[in-house]
């Protein structure tokens, strides 16, 4: 199999990438990481961040504080289990 060149790197968490969704539209793209942090994404202008979600989880001592995050059908909601 071929491994491909990475299409763009984004550079924002600051500890490991756990996960990754698009929203309903592919307008964004949410990324969850050990450093307790949440980004999101802008996916179809210049790949910036669109918002930062700390508050929730900055007392969280896991690491591994989600398990997976998820949009609603419309793209309004951002789920975040923890």
């Known amino acids: 199999s071929k491994v491909l060149p990475p299409f763009r790197v984004l550079s924002g968490h600051k ?3 756990k996960g990754v969704a698009w929203d309903p539209e592919g ?7 050990d450093d307790k942090r949440v980004i999101i994404w802008r ?17 969280v001592t896991d690491q591994t504080f989600f398990l997976r995050l998820s949009w609603s059908a419309d793209g309004s909601i951002l789920g975040l289990p923890n």
């Open 15 to 17: 500890s490991w990438v």
């Open 27 to 33: 307008m964004y793209l949410a990324s969850i990481s």
């Open 43 to 59: 996916a179809l202008d210049d790949w910036s961040i669109e918002a930062e979600i700390v508050e929730p989880f900055t007392d």
